[in-house]
């Protein structure tokens, strides 16, 4: 999807006011349009929920196919009654939320995403382009759309229900070297709403990584989704992923209508070796392998020169699983034992050879007394083979907790110089320990720094204390989000069991974040969304410099001679801000600007 939504044309979208840098937007404008007997009036093929839909989730987003490209840059402007006609109608309009108007890039598709949870138990009509509207919806050649109207009607929204929560993901979060041909499950603590078509629900990152490649499928229950990668993943590919982004058009739900909240669950593992290119060298294992494996790990989060912190939401985890070779034979059931002899069976997806057992814990003292040093053995058997007994001896954790040393300095980072990042040194590591060390870029997607990279090449040896970030590896004025983590591999084997491979690992990893820029002045606002709100202010979305506060000035005209000052907003670290103009005494039209401070 085009996650730009309500572009507007009215006036430049950038210009220079002195030394200041200046964004300009118009709430709305009044549009000339060719209407040529030749041209084709547009047509709505598609709405979702469709027309006289019943128990509609709260939640769910209203969707037009248009039958032609239409133009993207119309903004959606609600109706507000006796006082405006907007291009979109929506009633009851005391209740029901705003709406984000989205744009897919071939100009067919209109995602309208609520705000909000729509009212429960409520029928919704929705008119686009009623009679007297101002700026109409129009076709990319200027044709307005025939006034189209339809209603829904909701359920019970969360029915009593609970909010549903991630539990568990398979490859565990920050896991290296994982098969290219592992498949990606995510357990729930409650049955979901088995939606067939995925979609944009889970946003995939990762270079070369196409979502139109994931094949995924429920469990009977509805508690664990399962999606694979058709002809595996990339090798030694960083592969990041987040379950109901805020621009996704679909959602995840619980079965009794309530929505997983939005970007709260999220993850990354990083592929193995081999396959990657002529610059890469392969690990010697095949794609076409299985695999076996015992994790314990931690995950923190360091927001300051302080020690980190366990991440907020279930730091600490044991993890096992067995994947079949993608030749057979298949893995049809396994265990794990711990030392005090307790049997964990491992449940799953039989039907693709995937088992697996995962367990979270709140603290590493928990942790470490359900699954303690000692001797596991992971059992499993194949179609038309005996079963297999693996032993692994699991030692004390001494994996110290990773920490950034120089955090206030990595938090204003000149991009166009040479950045030496330092942390603490991984003390006891030995031959078999490994660190490592990924830099994202959520906002535009995909990993701009990993360190070690064989297809660089690039080496982090397990003794290193920094690496150095070389001079234009990031950009300015961003916020990048990164994974130190600590290894220990206690377990790996390429021969213990024909065509798989096993590995034991403990593991510790801090998330943190990189920052670049040093202040001066700060980038042009762009207003990437607009709106009427049901209380008739004018609501919009901007994006600028991180962390920088925008003066919002307002006048009638583009070029009025004096503009005044209707508030601001501050950016969040991400770099969007929202803006409501709440003033008394406004009237359209109403055109705004942002002046960076």
Known sequence: MNRSSCRVVCGARGAA????????????????????????????????????????????ALVFVFDQPMQTWVPLIPSIPDAFVGNLDLSPAESVPSLDGLWSEDGRTLTCVPSSDWPANTLIRWGLNPTGVLVPITSESGV???????????????????????????????????????????????????????????????????????????????RTLTCLYTGGFPANTVIAWTLNPESSSVRFESETGEALPEDTYSGFFMTAEGGGGDDCTPDGIPESWGGYSLMKSAQYEQTSSADPAPASETPFHFHAMVLSPRNGPTVTSGSVTLPNGTTKDLEGESMIGLLMYTEDFGSDAALEAAYPAGKYTLRFTQTGQAERAIAMTMPTVTVPVPKIAN????????????????????????????????????????????????????????????????????????????????????????????????????????????????????????????????????????????????TIQRAGTVGAAAWTQVGSVTMNGAGTGVFEDAQAGKSLPLFYRAVAN
């Open 17 to 60: 006011f002195a030394t200041r840098i200046v964004a300009l937007v118009a709430l709305y404008c009044l549009l000339a349009f060719n209407l040529a007997l030749a041209q084709t009036a547009p047509k709505v093929v598609s709405v979702t929920p469709a027309n006289g839909a019943t128990d509609v989730s709260v939640t769910t």
């Open 144 to 222: 307005p759309l025939a006034g189209v109207s339809g209603s829904f009607t909701t359920g019970a929204g969360g029915g009593g229900g609970t909010e549903p929560a991630l539990v568990a993901s398979t490859p565990a979060n920050g896991a290296m070297g994982v098969s290219v041909e592992t498949p990606v499950t995510f357990l729930f603590d409650q049955p979901m709403k088995k939606m067939a078509l995925i979609g944009d629900a889970v946003d995939w990152q990762g270079s070369g990584v196409d979502p139109g490649n994931f094949v995924c499928s429920w469990s009977a229950d509805g």
């Open 407 to 550: 955090y206030t300095e990595a938090q204003s980072v000149n991009h166009a110089q040479d950045f030496t990042l330092r942390w603490n040194a991984f003390a006891g590591a030995g031959a078999n320990d490994h660190l490592s060390l990924i830099i994202v870029d959520r906002n535009m997607g995909g990993v701009v720094f990993q360190a070690p990279d064989l297809c660089v090449p690039r080496e982090l040896p397990v003794s290193a204390p920094s690496i150095v970030l070389p001079a234009n590896t990031l950009q300015n004025n961003r916020t990048y989000e990164a994974t130190l983590m600590f290894g220990r591999m206690f377990y790996f084997s390429t021969n213990a069991v024909p065509e798989m491979s096993g590995s034991g690992h403990i593991g510790r990893q801090t998330t943190f974040t990189v920052k670049t820029g040093t202040g001066g002045t700060g980038a042009a606002a762009t207003f990437t969304g607009c709106r009427m709100l049901p209380n008739g202010n004018p609501e919009m979305t901007l994006m600028g410099t991180p962390l920088r506060t925008y």
